[in-house]
Nanobody, 139 residues
Framework: QVQLVESGGGLVQPGGSLRLSCAAS???????????IAWFRQAPGKERQGVSC????????NYANSMWGRVTISRDNAKDMVYLQMDSLKPEDTGVYYC?????????????????????????????WGKGTQVTVSS
């Protein structure tokens, strides 16, 4: 089993910053050579959409257009932590932010660290999810 716990959400004014953390644990992660952890967000009444992902082995990163240039994902493999630094936040960034893990297998057809396209169900590719942390951007 794998457990993911998000933290760091809260209320922030437009233009502000937040740093989200995702703590990953579980026997499965320890045995895998590679996996990807991604951040998703979901606004009320809207689909869950990918924000960014990072791979364990090579630190491959990927960013969605929605927050391009305003977020930075990073990892600390020694602590099994993944972080999402969010800057220049806007009211439309409000939502619940989830981290999730893709355990693979990976190949040239199914590469590591993929952000699902709009309309694709992210629960198909990503195997385990945290419960989410609320981010509210408001003055």
């Amino acid at each position: 089993q794998v457990q993911l716990v998000e933290s760091g959400g809260g209320l922030v004014q437009p233009g502000g910053s937040l740093r989200l953390s995702c703590a990953a644990s579980g026997f499965t992660l320890d045995t895998l050579d590679d996996y990807a952890i991604a951040w998703f967000r979901q606004a009320p009444g809207k689909e869950r959409q990918g924000v960014s992902c990072i791979s364990k082995k090579d630190g491959i990163t990927n960013y969605a257009n929605s927050m391009w240039g305003r977020v930075t994902i990073s990892r600390d493999n020694a602590k099994d932590m993944v972080y999402l630094q969010m800057d220049s936040l806007k009211p439309e960034d409000t939502g619940v932010y989830y981290c999730a893990v893709d355990l693979g297998p990976f190949s040239s057809v199914q590469p590591v660290c993929v952000i699902p396209s709009a309309g694709d169900n992210p629960l198909i590719r990503y195997d385990y999810w945290g419960k989410g942390t609320q981010v509210t951007v408001s003055s």
